[in-house]
Structures are given as C-alpha cells and as structure tokens.
C-alpha cells in the first residue's frame, strides 16, 4: 500500500480502539460497527506493516509498537483536526478604505453583506482622502471619489439636490426664493456645489446669507438632520435618511456633478477569492 493511499479514516479508529482497548466500546464511539472498526484498523495494519493490537480473550492490548506509535499519531491527529476546525471558522478579510462622505451609502451595504457574505470580513479604514495608492497602502480595496477616476467599477455618479429636516422645514411647500431665510450648509470650504445647484434653476433665486462650511458632506448631512440648516447633499449618500424621515428632499431636481465614487480593488492580492466574493457582493447591492 503505497503513501498516496493511507487509510488516514482508520486512524480515528485506532485512536478511539486504544482509549477504550474494547472493540464494542469503540464502534458504540465512531458509531459503526465492530466489523467495520476491525477492517479500518486491520487498514491501517496492513499500510504499517505490523500489528497495532493483540487480541485476547479478556480484550485488547496495544503491541509495543502500537503503544509507541499512539502518543505521535494523537498528537499529529489532534493537530490535523485543530487546523480544520480552524480553517472551518477562520474568516476571510478584506481591508477595504473609504472616504468619510461615502459612509452613508456604505454602511447599509456592510450590513447586508454580513448577512449575504459572512464569511468575510470587512475591515474598513476611513479617510477624508479621495483616492487610494495600492503600491504604499495596505488595503485590498477602495472606495475613491472624484472627477477624474476612471479605473475600477462604478458604484454611483454624484448628483446634488436640496435636504433639509421635517422641523425646520415646516408644514408649507418650499419654495426657491424661501430659502433665503436658512442657513446653507456646505459640504468644501467654498460654496461650489450650492453654486451649481442654484445655477440649473430658474430664478427667482435664493441669497445665501448665512453659510456654514464643513470638511465632509457627512457632516453637512449631519448638521442638516439636527435642523441646523438646509444642506446640499448626494442624492445616494441620503437615501436611507430620506426613507427613515430623518430628512426631506423640498425639490426633486437634482444636477450631476461629473465626478463619481469607484470601487478599486488591488490587481494581484495574496487570495483573490474573498476579495472578488465582496467586489460581486457590493456591485449587486450598488
């Protein structure tokens, strides 16, 4: 019997022959017969070489060289069987890195996904940097924002309209020159996405009077949602709190920007099957 086919399911037997040195006990353990037990055990004897048991009238003794041999094959066994279980339970994860202002859309995403994929694990890092370097980064994925990116698969266009909370709305439909009495909330430290918005409507136009900056749209979104102000905000990046009421859209027209958020994902990756599991999960929830 050559090393290609060693009885390695008779080795089991073995063990549990030789805690119990009782074939009935042993089968009643590996839930087989006693026949069975002896024809893996006699395997197993055969590929050795040499007996592992003798047989007596009052039950089973280990022979010297089965004695020496079971400590090493408990030992390697229970190894073999750690090392499964290990595999059997180990998540795979993908270090992925996205911008603050994508959290909106994202997180929903990495809930379903736990649900959809668990067996891998997302390890999200995140940045107020829009883009991602591969070659210096220790990240198997990206999301990236901007005008310019054209790698990768794309999740959503930008596309900017109008959100405010049911309180500082009120009860009246609102109108373009009405919304000069709020504070505009801007996601940059310029007025330049309020500005385009502003520029595909018809006037008359509101004044921008009062004008506060943030450094993400996450938190314009935020400050808009605690009745702070009227926020201009990606239509995606809103869709949950629209839907739970956090917010309301006043207006339905939106205006695209021209810039878009991209999944990047790192070209050869140590074990590319979680990493394309989760690139396929994600574009189908996109």
């Known amino acids: 019997m050559s090393r290609r086919t060693f009885p390695l399911t008779a080795v089991d037997a073995f ?97 379903q996904l736990e649900k959809t994929l668990p067996e891998v694990q997302v390890a999200l890092t995140t940045t107020t940097g829009h883009g991602v370097s591969f070659k210096t980064e220790p990240f198997d994925a990206a999301i990236v924002f901007g005008a310019q990116n054209r790698g990768g698969d794309a999740l959503f266009e930008e596309a900017l309209t109008p959100v405010v909370s049911a309180a500082l709305a009120g009860d009246a439909p609102l109108t373009l020159d009405a919304l000069s009495r709020f504070t505009f909330l801007h996601p940059t430290r310029d007025k330049t996405d309020w500005t385009l918005w502003l520029s595909q409507q018809p006037p008359p136009l509101p004044v921008m009077r009062k004008n506060q900056h943030f450094d993400t749209m996450d938190l314009a979104i935020s400050a808009a949602i605690q009745g702070f102000g009227i926020a201009i905000a990606d239509v995606k990046l809103v869709e949950e709190d629209l839907r739970a009421g956090r917010l309301l859209r006043p207006f339905q027209e939106s205006v695209k920007t021209g810039a878009s958020y991209r999944l990047m994902i790192r070209e050869q990756p140590d074990d590319a099957a979680p990493l394309l599991a989760f690139r396929q999960a994600l574009l189908t929830l996109s």
């Open 15 to 111: 063990l549990v022959t030789a805690r119990f040195l009782n074939l009935t006990h042993a089968a009643r353990e590996l839930c087989l017969t006693q026949s069975a037990v002896s024809r893996k055990i006699a395997a197993l004897e055969a590929w050795f070489g040499f007996a592992l048991f003798e047989r007596h009238a009052r039950g089973l003794h280990l022979t010297p060289q089965g004695a020496a041999l079971l400590p090493e094959l408990q030992q390697r066994y229970g190894e073999l069987i750690r090392t499964a279980e290990q595999a059997r339970h180990k998540q795979s994860v993908v270090r992925l890195k996205a911008p603050t202002c994508a959290m909106r859309w994202l997180l929903p995403k990495l809930m």
